[in-house]
């Protein structure tokens, strides 16, 4: 399939563009483990107090740190992936260029971020976790099986991660200006994503609240799985069905945006 | 010119650069406000998290709602000051790459101060804002005798907390000269530094308390003089003194990364394209 092809070649250059960033990407390995450790002694003295808060015991505790750390920037949690280049094309209006394209916006922008979401997981991610599982107990799973729903859940999780910074970025169409909604979309990630507790420790209707919200499908969603804590069809439904819900929105959003589009500074 | 005049000119310098920036974003009056108003909230949320935490727990490793409080306020507001001051220090190693470093350096201006002043921004007066609201919470609420020593050492803990934190801004800035695009080490230490400080010592591991109390003593900013305002045991078995020590302890630190960042000037090569 010759577009197929295409959208690799996207993505495989979107890989290629981030694994240039070599001292940057050693710093990110670096930072990540040292929030994780924060993060795990709180999380440890937090479970101390209360065993089985959320469900979890005091290892699954530890895994959905190393996990958080693992997923931060392969699935731009805080924002600053393929949708910070979109805003910035939309701002000076290269985004003409884009448009005549033979190719799906949302597709070609998808691809990229795929790509990088690639290359943060294996340049990034992979190293705190591994550090993680060496120096704090943790609860793996030993058997193939939840791994490769994990996986699923990770890929279902990248097209939810994207499908909500396209959505943002597409405002800029009419804010003209990305600084505000970047905030949203740090805001919002960090703290409905379980960045900062994990969303099944969360008290109360508020509890029930974020953890149906499309960012539950970020890392709560794949630590379940993995962890073996919730049943992983039930988990793919509920990551696909918001997956398709916010890129549906993201297409109607692009339609309304490019019927109106003025292309900046001609 | 002695060293004075050189700090003189360096704080007429940094004034007068940080006046052109704080000018430039008061030029767009609604969007300055909306994001003083974004900053607070993203700095919020890690409190917001804490108070989840306590929804859940009555104490966490043995301290109370207040007592963190009153950690946290501490530490996010003397962040907040050296955020507010050096905080565009992470742009060094940009401008080392695209080049636009050198133009500093021909400037007739000490070059710390006109790196400081860069895109100085008064919207990050949202953390100081919100640091000294939970630290005045904290003062409130928490259980403590006050005695004159201990109501003196809060305003002596952010100064000296502030000077530890800029210090660590010049040293990470220092050692951006030679990593050039390795930024997020220095968020490691400064980001990762406040939050650390916002949990009590006795949640961390034994080796991490010793790290950050004589290699990198953030422990200074507040872990020790707040053991003595608490009442609380010393982390390490500290001696008394130690709770006074801050004020030293931010001079060394400052000192030392003078020292850092003049021998990172002098190694700096251009990018000579």
Not at chain 1, 16 to 27: E, W
Not at chain 2, 182 to 188: G, S
Not at chain 2, 257 to 263: D, E, F, I, K, L
């Amino acid at each position: 399939m010759g577009s197929g092809r295409l959208y690799a070649t996207v993505a495989a250059g979107s890989f290629r563009r981030y694994a240039t960033y070599r001292a940057a990407t050693v710093a990110g390995v670096f930072t990540n483990t040292v929030f994780g450790l924060i993060l795990v002694y709180t999380y440890l003295a937090l479970w101390d107090e209360r065993p089985h808060l959320g469900g979890y015991d005091q290892a699954q505790a530890v895994t959905y740190v190393w996990l958080g750390q693992c997923l931060y920037a392969t699935l731009a949690i805080q924002g600053g992936g393929a949708e910070k280049d979109l805003m910035e094309r939309i701002r000076t209006g290269e985004i003409a260029v884009d448009l005549y394209r033979p190719a799906d916006l949302q597709l070609w922008w998808l691809a990229g971020d795929v790509g990088r979401a690639l290359f943060q997981m294996l340049g990034r991610g992979v190293i705190p976790f591994a550090f993680g599982a060496v120096f704090f107990p943790m609860a793996l799973p030993t058997s193939v099986t939840p791994w490769a729903a994990f996986v699923v859940a990770l890929l279902l999780a990248t097209v939810v991660s994207f499908a909500i910074r396209y959505l943002a970025a597409l405002s800029v169409f009419w804010l003209m200006d990305g600084m505000g909604v970047n905030q949203v979309v740090m805001i919002t990630g960090i703290f409905f994503s379980g960045m900062v507790l994990p969303l099944n420790a969360f008290p109360g209707v508020f509890g029930d609240i974020v953890r149906v919200l499309p960012w539950a499908a970020q890392i709560q969603m794949p630590a379940d799985v993995l962890m073996g804590e919730t049943d992983p069809l039930g988990a793919f439904v509920f990551q696909a069905a918001w997956a398709v819900a916010l890129l549906a929105a993201g297409r109607l959003l692009q339609s309304a945006a490019t019927r109106r589009v003025v292309v900046q500074g001609g | 010119m002695g060293e004075r005049s050189v700090l003189l000119e360096g704080l007429r310098a940094y004034r007068l650069i940080a006046g052109m920036w704080v000018r430039s974003s008061m030029t767009y009056r609604t969007s300055f406000v909306v994001t003083v108003f974004g900053n607070l909230m993203v700095t919020g949320l890690d409190f917001v998290g804490i108070l989840l935490m306590f929804s859940q727990v009555d104490s966490l490793g043995g301290w109370s709602l207040p007592e963190i409080a009153f950690l946290y306020g501490l530490s996010v507001t003397a962040f907040g000051i050296a955020d507010l001051v050096l905080g565009s220090m992470d742009v060094l190693g940009a401008r080392m790459r695209d080049g636009s470093f050198d133009i500093l350096l021909v400037r007739p201006a000490p070059v710390l101060a006109q790196v400081g002043a860069d895109r100085f921004a008064l919207r990050r007066l949202g953390r100081i804002t919100q640091g000294s609201v939970v630290l005045g919470w904290a003062l409130v609420s928490v259980d403590v005798d006050w005695s004159a020593p201990k109501a003196l050492l809060v305003p002596v803990m952010v100064v000296s907390g502030a000077a530890i934190f800029s210090a660590v801004f010049v040293a990470g800035a220092a050692f951006q000269i030679f990593a050039q695009d390795a930024a997020e080490v220095q968020n490691a230490f400064t980001y990762g530094g406040t939050t650390l400080l916002q949990y009590p010592p006795t949640v961390f591991g034994k080796d991490l308390v010793r790290g950050v109390t004589f290699m990198l003593p953030l422990a200074f900013v507040n872990w020790v003089p707040a053991a003595y305002v608490l009442g609380r045991p010393y982390p390490l078995d500290l001696p008394r003194w130690a709770s006074f020590a801050s004020p030293l302890v931010a001079v060394a630190c400052c000192a030392l990364a003078g020292m850092a960042w003049r021998v990172g000037l002098r190694s700096y090569r251009s990018t000579g394209s």
